[in-house]
C-alpha cells in the first residue's frame, strides 16, 4: 500500500507537467472524464495542501533526528568596567569572553529513536491523506461531470420538447385554417409551447450551474464555454456487497491514515514514559576571558547523568493525555469503520437500483415514442384530440428524463461505490 501511494505521489509530479490546465481548456472543447480529472489534480488547491501536509512531516522526521547529532554552540561577551574603590585598578578596562560548547546526547534510552519513528509514522498518515484527497477529489469531479452530462441532455429533451409543440402549433393552426379543428386547439398547443419555452430556460440555466460546479471541482475559477462527451458509466462490474466491504476495510487510505495514527499514539506513550528514565550525555568547551592586559584560556571536558527526580508530575500527566489520544483514535477508527460500512451499503444498493432503471428506462421511452406517432396520426385523420398529444408528448419528455437520471444516478453510484471501496481513480 505504502509503494502504491508513492507511487500516485511520484506520478502526479512527474506527468504533471502534460496534464490539463486552465488555459488549455479552449471554446468549443469537448472533454472527456480524465481530462476533467486530469485538471482537477494539477489545479485543485486541495492537492496542494495535502502536499505541503507531506513536506511539513518530512521536515520534522529531519527534527527528530537532530537528537542523534551534537549541539554546538558560541558564546561572546563584553563588559566595559569601570573603577571600584576596592579595586587595585583606578581606570575603567575591558573584559572580553569567548566560549565555544560542544554537547552530546550519548544515550537516552530511545528517546530519539522513539520520536524518529513516530514522525515516519506521522508522514505515512499524511501520505495516505494525500491519497484520500486525492480520490475524494476525483469523486466530486465525477460526480459534477456527470450532473453536468445529465443537464446536457436535458437541455436537448427540452429543445426537443419545443420543437414538437412547436410543430403541433403549427398543425393546429393550419387544422384551423382548413376548418379541421376549433380554436380552442391552436391556443392549447400556443400554450403548451409556451410552457416549453419556459423549461427549456430552466434546462439552460441548470446547465450553466452544472459548468459552473464543474469548474470549481476541476480547481479552476472560470474558463470559456466547453462541452464534455456523452458518456456515462454503463459497465456493471460484478462484485458482491461482502467483497467490496472486505476490499473497503483493506484499501481506504482514510482508513489506513486512522490506523498509522493510532500506531504513533501507541508510540507516543512509550516515549512519555521515558521521561521518567535519565539521559547520559557528554559536553566539551574551550574559551578565554580576559582584559586588555591578560587573557587566560580554558577548556573543559566530560560525561553528564541528568536524572529526572520530580518534574512536577508532568510525566505523569502526559503519558495519561497519550493514553487518552490512543482511546480517542481507537473511537475515531471504529467510527470511521462504521461510516465506510454504510457508505459501501448505500453505494452498492444505488447502484444496484438505476441500473435496473436504465433497462426499464430504455423500454419507457420507446413506448412513450411510439404513443406519440399514434397520437399524431389520430390526430391527422380527425379521430385523434389535442389533449392527446400533448399528453403523448409530455409522457415523452418525462420518459426521457427518467431514462438521463437513470444513466446519471447509476454513474454517480458506480464512482461513490468505488470511492467506498478505495478503488478510485
Not at 494539477?42 to 527528530?64: L, T, V
Not at 456527470?146 to 441532455?153: D, E, I
Not at 453510484?413 to 470511492?419: D, G, M, V, Y
Amino acid at each position: 500500500m505504502n509503494r502504491k501511494i508513492l507511487f500516485l505521489i511520484l506520478l502526479i509530479l512527474l506527468v504533471g507537467k502534460n496534464l490539463w490546465a486552465t488555459d488549455t481548456i479552449q471554446k468549443g472543447d469537448v472533454l472527456t472524464l480524465q481530462q476533467c480529472i486530469d485538471t482537477a489534480l494539477k489545479n485543485h488547491p486541495a492537492i496542494n495542501a495535502a502536499a505541503g501536509a507531506i513536506r511539513q512531516s518530512e521536515s520534522k522526521i529531519g527534527q527528530a533526528r537532530s537528537g542523534y547529532f551534537p549541539q554546538i554552540t558560541f558564546q561572546s561577551g563584553y563588559t566595559r568596567v569601570g573603577p571600584a574603590a576596592t579595586s587595585m585598578r583606578s581606570d575603567p578596562y575591558n573584559y572580553y569572553s569567548n566560549t565555544l560548547n560542544l554537547n552530546q546526547t550519548l544515550f537516552d534510552f530511545g528517546k530519539t529513536s522513539t520520536s524518529v519513528d513516530i514522525e515516519k509514522l506521522s508522514k505515512q498518515s499524511a501520505e495516505a491523506d494525500f491519497q484520500e484527497t486525492t480520490s475524494s477529489i476525483i469523486l466530486t469531479v465525477k460526480e459534477t461531470y456527470y450532473a453536468f452530462l445529465k443537464a446536457k441532455m436535458s437541455e436537448a429533451v427540452a429543445l426537443e420538447t419545443v420543437n414538437q409543440f412547436q410543430q403541433h402549433y403549427e398543425i393546429a393552426r393550419m387544422f384551423f385554417e382548413t376548418g379541421k379543428s376549433s380554436k380552442i386547439d391552436v391556443t392549447s398547443a400556443e400554450v403548451n409551447l409556451s410552457n416549453a419555452g419556459i423549461q427549456l430556460i430552466s434546462a439552460q440555466n441548470a446547465m450553466h450551474i452544472a459548468r459552473v460546479n464543474l469548474n470549481k471541482a476541476m480547481g479552476v475559477i472560470s474558463t470559456t464555454e466547453y462541452n464534455v462527451q456523452e458518456a456515462f458509466h454503463l459497465e456493471y462490474g460484478d462484485i458482491s456487497f461482502d467483497a467490496a466491504l472486505a476490499q473497503a476495510y483493506e484499501n481506504r487510505p482514510d482508513i489506513l491514515s486512522t490506523r498509522l495514527k493510532k500506531d504513533a499514539l501507541e508510540k507516543s506513550i512509550n516515549l512519555n514514559k521515558k521521561g521518567y528514565l535519565p539521559v547520559i550525555s557528554g559536553n566539551a568547551a574551550y574559551g578565554y576571558a580576559g582584559d586588555d592586559t591578560s587573557i587566560d584560556k580554558s577548556w573543559n571536558a566530560g560525561i553528564a547523568l541528568t536524572f529526572p527526580f520530580f518534574t512536577g508530575l508532568s510525566t505523569k500527566y502526559a503519558v495519561e493525555e497519550a493514553r487518552a489520544n490512543l482511546d480517542i483514535a481507537k473511537a475515531d477508527e471504529e467510527s470511521l469503520r462504521q461510516t465506510i460500512y454504510l457508505e459501501v451499503q448505500s453505494a452498492y444498493l444505488n447502484r444496484k437500483e438505476a441500473f435496473e432503471r436504465i433497462e426499464t428506462g430504455r423500454i419507457i421511452v420507446r413506448q412513450a415514442e411510439e404513443t406519440l406517432e399514434l397520437a399524431r396520426g389520430r390526430y391527422a385523420t380527425g379521430v385523434g384530440s389535442s389533449i392527446e398529444i400533448t399528453d403523448a408528448v409530455v409522457k415523452l419528455n418525462n420518459a426521457k428524463m427518467t431514462y438521463i437520471s437513470a444513466l446519471s444516478d447509476f454513474s454517480v453510484a458506480q464512482a461513490r461505490l468505488e470511492k467506498a471501496i478505495g478503488a478510485q481513480k
